[in-house]
């Protein structure tokens, strides 16, 4: 794993189409050489759902024409996994990192392990529920922070030219009933769920942000840091 570091600014509630504009702006100079270490945006959405590349309409019973009358965004974007809801009182964390440094494959030059880094993800994000008592587990086969039968946490990245995009959501005080007009994640037979109601009252996303961030940058072997070059590629990364 990489000794590097792994710079963690908190956005607060911003709308999703300039959170993947941002994205993108990092990515792009963390390929370039511009951003010396990895980043990790730590932020809320507004009510938004999201359909990744591998999702089905099935997945969205009434349309994204329904999505939209409840008062949520509705955009198709370039993750894996299907469609999922973003909104308040979620964490969301974006890391742009570069994973052949962080998690090389063996003989392989310049390539990160993507089943690796969705491992480390799962890992911090069990971590992080550790910490505030609830215990949280991998679902194999499939992706995020599961409590029994219901999801706390979904996973959908992105590999562009070896750096990553998109990443975790993670569900603080969220209202659950947004999930009712979709087939969370694709998965007919899961559940989702909340540290709230769970038990871990008291929180939000801005205090559990620290947390998560700590977590995955031990998981991925990087320092934690807040970073005086994030905010400046930020504060230069175009309005949506």
Not at 21 to 49: C, F, I, K, N, S
Not at 156 to 168: C, D, N, Y
Request: charged share 15%.
């Amino acid at each position: 794993m990489s000794a590097g570091l792994l710079h963690t600014v908190w956005l607060g509630r911003i709308p999703y189409l300039r959170a993947w504009e941002m994205q993108r702006t990092l990515a792009a100079a963390r390929r370039d050489g511009r951003l010396a270490d990895d980043a990790l945006l730590l932020l809320e959405h507004p009510p938004v759902y999201t359909m990744g590349r591998g999702g089905d309409p099935a997945h969205v019973p009434g349309g994204p024409a329904r999505l939209r009358h409840l008062g949520a965004e509705y955009h198709e974007v370039d993750r894996g996994g299907s469609v999922t809801f973003h909104g308040p009182g979620q964490l969301v964390g974006y890391p742009v990192v570069d994973l052949a440094a962080a998690l090389p494959v063996a003989g392989s030059p310049g390539t990160g392990d993507v089943g690796a880094y969705l491992r480390v993800l799962e890992a911090a994000l069990c971590a992080t529920a550790a910490r505030f008592g609830i215990p949280a587990t991998r679902r194999p086969p499939f992706t995020g922070a599961w409590v029994g039968g219901d999801k706390l946490a979904a996973i959908g990245v992105k590999l562009a030219s070896g750096v990553t995009q998109h990443g975790v959501a993670l569900n603080v005080t969220t209202d659950l009933g947004w999930f009712d007009a979709i087939v969370p994640c694709g998965i007919a037979d899961g559940g989702v769920t909340s540290l709230e109601r769970c038990g871990a009252r008291g929180q939000s996303p801005e205090t559990v942000a620290p947390v998560f961030a700590v977590e995955l940058a031990a998981a991925l072997g990087l320092g934690a840091a807040s970073g005086e070059p994030v905010d400046l590629l930020l504060a230069a990364a175009p309005a949506a």
